[in-house]
């Protein structure tokens, strides 16, 4: 089946640290993956997406290869800001038009100044 | 150009009620999807609608129904509420065209069953 499995939070940070979160899937055919953000008490913000294997999404300062591979997506950003405290969600959508989004359980990102 | 809206932001319903929640989709998008996200977990998927039919199904019981409406606004029901149910309920929507590949989010529906 398919599912993906993330680092255990919560991560705490000082400022202009560098982040790493991992996330590692496992899928039949050729998922796309997306990291999404989720601010306090708000919806998911789509952060970046990467559709094909070696494809590398980036967005305000966060980056993640799609690693066929290691089957793995993390999240990297080389200098976090107090901003940048959220929970981020790995998610894949598996081979198709589904549409259908299977997510990690979510990592608590945490900086302090 | 509007996102993803859900109404209502907040909700308290009574063991064994039901309860409505409605999401208009982004501009343009026409597939909607809903979600269940306890406290604390990811999102699970519950049903996806497109032309006014549900196309999946997550593993969720009878008790949530759904319906989309010609101008792809949708609705979320629950029966039978129990205190399980007790949870935030997102929308997403996206465009069948374009592969269904970029979902976007609204705020939520916060329901809280007592």
């Known amino acids: 089946g398919n599912s993906v499995t993330q680092m255990e939070g919560p991560v705490t940070l000082s400022e202009e640290a560098f982040l790493t979160i991992n996330c590692t899937y496992t899928?039949?055919?050729?998922?796309?993956l997306f990291w999404y953000v989720q601010y306090p008490g708000e919806g998911l913000q789509l952060l970046l997406k990467?559709?094909?294997?070696?494809d590398k999404g980036s967005n305000k300062g966060f980056e993640a290869t799609y690693r066929k591979e290691t089957t793995s997506f993390h999240l990297e950003k080389g200098s976090v800001q107090v901003s940048d405290s959220a929970v981020y969600f790995c998610?894949?959508?598996?081979?198709?038009?589904?549409?259908?989004?299977?997510f990690g359980q979510g990592t608590t990102l945490q900086v302090k100044p | 150009d509007a996102g993803v809206t859900q109404s209502p932001t907040h909700l308290i319903k009574t063991r064994g009620q039901q309860v409505t929640l409605r999401c208009s989709p982004k501009?343009?998008?026409?597939?909607v999807s809903w979600y269940q996200q306890a406290l604390g977990q990811g999102p699970q998927f519950i049903f996806q609608?497109?032309?006014?039919?549900?196309?999946q199904r997550g593993n969720f019981p009878d008790r949530f129904s759904g319906h989309q409406f010609p101008n792809y606004s949708s609705e979320l029901n629950v029966n039978a509420l129990l205190l399980g149910d007790s949870a935030l309920y997102l929308c997403?929507?996206?465009?069948?065209?374009?592969?269904?590949?970029?979902?976007?989010f609204g705020q939520g529906t916060r329901l809280t069953v007592v």
């Open positions: 997403a929507s996206s465009l069948r065209s374009h592969g269904n590949t970029e979902a976007f």
């Open positions: 501009s343009g998008h026409d597939t």
């Open positions: 609608y497109y032309e006014e039919e549900e196309r």
């Open positions: 990467a559709t094909k294997a070696d």
């Open positions: 899928a039949t055919g050729y998922p796309s």
């Open positions: 998610a894949l959508n598996p081979s198709g038009n589904t549409g259908k989004l299977i």
